[in-house]
């Protein structure tokens, strides 16, 4: 199921157990992450490199904001299919707020997605959220706690996928400019029925190896008005942030989907 496989990345969790806002490399200038996502559909495994770099770290009013320059790359043609959006963090030395969709697969590219002798430099899937201010609220000492919250608990969203054959829906359409290519767009409602942190333990990536903190996200939503249900299993760090990813999608308590995950490959800090 390539089209869901930015649905299963999109609502990812960050780290925001350190004590101090500059404890955390999301809030220190000059900081940059590099990630992995993995998807078992595609014929290489590698779906999506991911780089975050902090151009700017600035108070005001009694928090911290950091300046995010999120860049994402396709897989077997990085120089043509590649993205790039600003966000930008806040900390209000209690807690820190992260977008629902900040380390979520903005766009996927369809020559990752598909293998074809035809080169299609366009996108495969393409997420946009409807309410950009949803976040989630870590507070920055998790020691002893247990659950988390979002300040929201319904997250809407927009859902771009483009394909090589219709899917019969009303929404399919042809994709002007090319052929052989339909699209449809759809809006999608996550809701997030729990978030809780279940542990600890230490979790090797390619970047080396990271003292995490486990945290289970349990969402619900549907596609194409079929019910379906997200169990997201993060590792992160605190001083790094998010290191490693995994996902599990069911469709009416049956596993529906192969191997998708995310892993931290590299850091500068």
Known sequence: ?????????????????????????????????????????????QALRMVFEVADVTDSAGSVFSTIVKKGFGIKDEQNDHYEKTIRLQCDGKNIFIPFDFYGADTTWFNDAFTSIIKRHLFHTAIAPIDPKANYIFPLALDGVTELSAATEQVKMTVTTAGSSPWGTKSSKKLEGETGVWIKVEET???????????????????????CYIIGVDCDFKYNDMPFLIKYRMRYNTEVGLVKMETELFLDKRKVSGEVSIELISVKK
């Open 189 to 211: 409602v996550f809701n997030i029925k729990d978030i809780k942190v279940t542990g600890k333990e230490k979790v090797t990536t390619p970047a080396g190896t990271f003292d």
């Open 1 to 45: 199921m390539r089209f869901l496989f930015a649905l299963v990345l999109v609502i990812c969790v960050t780290n925001s157990n350190g004590q101090t806002a500059g404890s955390h490399a999301l809030m220190k200038k000059g900081a940059q992450l590099e990630y992995m996502a993995y998807n078992a559909a595609y014929s290489h495994k």
